[in-house]
C-alpha cells in the first residue's frame, strides 16, 4: 500500500518541472469535498468523544469517561460485558454473512463467467442479480416477515406436509432470519467485484492448464482463485463494513432482540449522549480498519487495479 | 507549456474566484429572493411525531386563515433532539412533556403567554392541577402539572405555581396499557403481571423505546409484587437494576417473541398472531381492528401509563410567524381540531369546544363510555366500533382517573440507557 516510488520519495513537489499550481486546483475540488465531509467530521466525533454530557447538552472538557463506560465490567471477570458481547454477536455475523456469499458469490459470478458463453446472456443474468436492488432494503426485509413467520408460508407448507406439528419457532426473530436478511441484501456485493476479476481472467490460462493435466478442481484452487484475489477482498470489504454498521437489519429481523454495535450507537444518539456514542463509534472504526487493514495484507488493491 | 501554465494559471484562478464568489453571491440573491416575499403569506414549520400531524386539521386550518402549515415529521427522540440542536429549524413543536425536563433548560423554548391564548382557562384540570372530575391521578413521572409552568416568558425554569407562561399548550394525551388478542388468549387479563407470565413464553413484546420501556416494565414488577417503586418515573440505579434483570431473566427465558421501536411494527406483530400481549399504544390498537382481527386495549387493575404532548414556540420566533402560530394555537383548542382528535381515540385538551364540534351519538361513546347508538366511524369513514360496542376503558374519568405514573425523564437517564442497551444485548 505505501510501497514508495522513487520520484515521490526523491523530488520536492514544488521543484519539480511540470508541477506547477495547476494540478493543486485539480485536485482542490474532491480534496474539499472529502475535507469537509469526511475529514473534518471524523474529527470532530474523534473530538466530541472525549467531551462530557449531561441531559441536554455537551460539555467540552477533556476525559476518558465515554470509553471507560464502554468498557465498564469488561475487565473485571465474571460474564462477559455488554460491549464485548455485542461485538462477538457482530463479529460471528460478520464471519457467517461473509463466508456465505463468498461461497454463493463465488459460485454466481463462476457461473456467468465460464458457463455463460455469449456476452448478451451473461450481461442479461447479470442484471437480474441486480433485480432485488429496485426496492428498498427495508421493503426486503419486510418481506421475509409473511414467509417465515409463526402462521407464514414455510410453516404452513411444513405442517400441510406433516413435517412438523407445532410451528417452527426460530424461522423468524432469532440469528437464523437475520444471517439469511445480510446474505439476501449483500451477495450482490460478492458477485460485482469476482464477475469483474473472473472477466479479466485470459482464457489461454484455462486451456494451459487443461493441456498441462490439471483438473478442474486444481484450476479452479490454482488459477482462478488466486486471479480473482482481489474481487474477492474488493467484496469482503464491502460486506464486512455493512454488517459490521449495520442496526436496521438486526433490528428488524432479529425482533429488536439481537444487539448490534450500530444499535447501541443508535440508542445512545437519541437520547443525546453523543461522546458516548462518539467514543462507541471511533472503537468500530478502530476495529473495521484492522479488518480492512488485515485484507489488504493479503493483496495489494491499488497494484492490481 | 510549463511557462503558459506559469503565466496564466495566476490569472484564470482568480478570475475562477471571481466568477465563483460572484456565482455565490448569486445563489444567496436567489436564496433571499423568497424570504422577503414570504412575508404576504405565513408558512409555519411544524415539527412533531406524525402522530397528530394529519392533511387534514393543515387544509382546514389553511381554509380557515390563510395560514399554511409544513409538516416536519420525525420520532419522538427526535423531536427533542431537534428542539436542543437545531432550534431555529422550526416555528411550532409538537412536543411530549416528559422531553421538557431536557429542553427548558437550554433556553430554547419560549413561555406561552396564557392571555394570548383565548381557551386557556378551559384547559382540561388534569393539565393544570393533576384532578380528573375532582379526584388527583398518579403524578409519578413527569406529569403535566409538574412542567407546565414556567417561572416568566423566557424562563429556563419550571414555576411551582400556575403563572401567566405555560411551557407547552396541549394537544394530545392518553393513557396507554397493555394490548391482547382476546380471541387467541381466551381469558380475562386484568394485570401487569401477565406481561411476563410464562404461559406468554414467546408470545410477548415490549416496546424498545428505553424511557417508555421502562416505565411498562415497572408496572410489571410492581403488579408481580417483586419490589414497590417510591417513583417509577424517578427510580435509583438499584431500581434500574432490579428491573432491567426482571427483563434480562424474562427474555432468557424467550418470554419476548420480538420488541418493537415503530407504531407500524406494533400493529404488525399483533395482527400477524406472532405476538397475543404487548405494550401498545392506542391507535395501533384501533388499526389492528380495521384489519377486521380483535384486539383490545385492555384496562388493567393497577392502572395506565399516561402521555401527553403539546405545543411550544421556539425562543428565537417573532413578528408575523411568532402571530400566526398564536392563531394556530388558538385555533387548535377551538374544537375542529379537537374533535376530530377525539373520534380517533385520543383526548383533547379542550373538552368543551371538542364536543361542540361532535355528534351527541359519538361524544357518548368516545368520551362517556356509553353503548354505541350507531356505528362508530373514525375521520377517514372506517368503522371502528359497530352499533351497541363499548369503549375499551370506559369513560373519560375511569380512564384518565386510572392514571398510575406519565412517560418520564428520570435523572438517572444516561444510566438507564446504559442498562437498557444490557437488556438489548442479553
Redesign the interface.
Known amino acids: 500500500m505505501n510501497t514508495p516510488t522513487p520520484r515521490s520519495s526523491t523530488s520536492v513537489p514544488s521543484a519539480s518541472?511540470?508541477r506547477?499550481?495547476?494540478p493543486w486546483?485539480q485536485a482542490l475540488p474532491l480534496a474539499t469535498v472529502f475535507a469537509l465531509f469526511f475529514l473534518i467530521p471524523l474529527g470532530l466525533v474523534l473530538m466530541v468523544s472525549f467531551w462530557n454530557y449531561d441531559?441536554?447538552?455537551m460539555i467540552p472538557d477533556f476525559s476518558l469517561q465515554n470509553y471507560l463506560?464502554v468498557f465498564?465490567g469488561c475487565f473485571s471477570g465474571g460474564d462477559l460485558c455488554?460491549t464485548l458481547?455485542?461485538y462477538l454477536?457482530t463479529l460471528k455475523f460478520c464471519f457467517l454473512v461473509w463466508l456465505i456469499t463468498l461461497v454463493v458469490g463465488f459460485t454466481v459470478s463462476y457461473f456467468l463467467a465460464f458457463y455463460v458463453r455469449s456476452t448478451g446472456m451473461q450481461v442479461v443474468l447479470f442484471v437480474l442479480c441486480t433485480i432485488p436492488f429496485w426496492t428498498s432494503n427495508v421493503i426486503r426485509m419486510i418481506a421475509w416477515?409473511?414467509l417465515l413467520?409463526?402462521?407464514g408460508l414455510v410453516n404452513d407448507v411444513l405442517f400441510k406436509l406433516g413435517m412438523v406439528d407445532q410451528p417452527i419457532?426460530w424461522l423468524?426473530?432469532s440469528s437464523f432470519s437475520v444471517t439469511l436478511a445480510f446474505v439476501h441484501l449483500f451477495t450482490t456485493f460478492m458477485i460485482v467485484p469476482i464477475f469483474n476479476s473472473m472477466m479479466r481472467i485470459d482464457r489461454r490460462l484455462l486451456e494451459a492448464a487443461a493441456d498441462g493435466g490439471a483438473s478442474a478442481w486444481q484450476t479452479l484452487w490454482n488459477v482462478i482463485v488466486p486471479l480473482c484475489r482481489t474481487g474477492i477482498i474488493i467484496g469482503s470489504i464491502f460486506v464486512i463494513t455493512i454488517v459490521m454498521g449495520d442496526f436496521v437489519t438486526v433490528?428488524v429481523m432479529g425482533?429488536?432482540?439481537i444487539?448490534s454495535v450500530g444499535?447501541?450507537i443508535q440508542?445512545?444518539?437519541?437520547?443525546?449522549?453523543f461522546p458516548?456514542a462518539a467514543a462507541n463509534a471511533v472503537i468500530l472504526l478502530a476495529v473495521v480498519l484492522m479488518i480492512i487493514w488485515g485484507l489488504t495484507r493479503m493483496v495489494d488493491i491499488r497494484k492490481e487495479l | 507549456m510549463t511557462d503558459s501554465v506559469k503565466e496564466t494559471t495566476p490569472a484564470a484562478t482568480s478570475l475562477q474566484r471571481r466568477t465563483m464568489l460572484k456565482g455565490t453571491a448569486g445563489i444567496l440573491a436567489a436564496g433571499m429572493f423568497p424570504a422577503v416575499h414570504a412575508d404576504e403569506k405565513i408558512v409555519l414549520r411544524y415539527l412533531g411525531t406524525a402522530v397528530n400531524q394529519d392533511k387534514e386539521i393543515a387544509d382546514k386550518f389553511k381554509a380557515d386563515t390563510g395560514i399554511e402549515i409544513q409538516y416536519v415529521a420525525v420520532t419522538t427522540d427526535d423531536v427533542t433532539k431537534r428542539a436542543i440542536t437545531a432550534p431555529n429549524s422550526f416555528d411550532l413543536i409538537d412536543s411530549e412533556y416528559f422531553s421538557l425536563k431536557n429542553i427548558v433548560p437550554t433556553g430554547n423554548l419560549k413561555g406561552i403567554d396564557t392571555k394570548r391564548i383565548k381557551n386557556a382557562d378551559k384547559i382540561t384540570t388534569l393539565f393544570t392541577t393533576g384532578m380528573v372530575a375532582g379526584k388527583a391521578v398518579g403524578d409519578q413521572g413527569t406529569a403535566p402539572k409538574k412542567v407546565i409552568y414556567l417561572e416568566g416568558e423566557h424562563s429556563k425554569k419550571f414555576a411551582s405555581a400556575p403563572t401567566q407562561f405555560m411551557s407547552l399548550i396541549p394537544t394530545v394525551y392518553n393513557a396507554d396499557t397493555l394490548g391482547i388478542r382476546p380471541d387467541l388468549i381466551k381469558r380475562p387479563i386484568s394485570s401487569w403481571a401477565e406481561l411476563l407470565n410464562p404461559e406468554f413464553k414467546g408470545k410477548a413484546a415490549i416496546l424498545n423505546i428505553p424511557s417508555i420501556g421502562i416505565m411498562d416494565a415497572a408496572m410489571v414488577v410492581e403488579a408481580m409484587g417483586i419490589h414497590k417503586y417510591k417513583d417509577k418515573g424517578n427510580m435509583t440505579k438499584a431500581e434500574i437494576d432490579l428491573t432491567i434483570k426482571t427483563l434480562i431473566d424474562a427474555k432468557k427465558a424467550g418470554q419476548f417473541r420480538s420488541l418493537w421501536k415503530d407504531f407500524n411494527e406494533s400493529v404488525n406483530l399483533m395482527a400477524s398472531g406472532e405476538v397475543v400481549i404487548q405494550s401498545m399504544w392506542s391507535p395501533a390498537v384501533t388499526a389492528v381492528r380495521t384489519k377486521g382481527i380483535a384486539c383490545t386495549f385492555q384496562p388493567l387493575k393497577e392502572g395506565y401509563r399516561a402521555w401527553a404532548s403539546g405545543f411550544g414556540l421556539p425562543a428565537t420566533l417573532k413578528g408575523k410567524k411568532l402571530d400566526g402560530a398564536y392563531e394556530f394555537i388558538n385555533w387548535f383548542l377551538d374544537g375542529w381540531a379537537g374533535a376530530y382528535l377525539n373520534r380517533q381515540g385520543y383526548y383533547s385538551a379542550v373538552l368543551d369546544t371538542a364536543k361542540s364540534k361532535m355528534e351527541a351519538y359519538e361524544w357518548a361513546y368516545w368520551m362517556e363510555g356509553k353503548p354505541a347508538t350507531q356505528d362508530i366511524k373514525s375521520p377517514h369513514g372506517d368503522v371502528l366500533a359497530k352499533k351497541g360496542e363499548v369503549r375499551d376503558g370506559g369513560s373519560y374519568e375511569t380512564r384518565m382517573g386510572g392514571i398510575a405514573c406519565w412517560n418520564a425523564v428520570m435523572d438517572e437517564n444516561a444510566y438507564m440507557v446504559q442498562k437498557w442497551n444490557e437488556f438489548v444485548a442479553a
Open positions: 518541472p511540470g506547477g499550481i495547476a486546483w441531559q441536554y447538552q463506560a465498564d455488554v458481547k455485542t454477536s416477515v409473511p413467520g409463526r402462521n419457532e423468524l426473530f433490528g425482533g429488536q432482540q444487539a444499535k447501541i440508542t445512545q444518539t437519541s437520547y443525546l449522549q458516548l
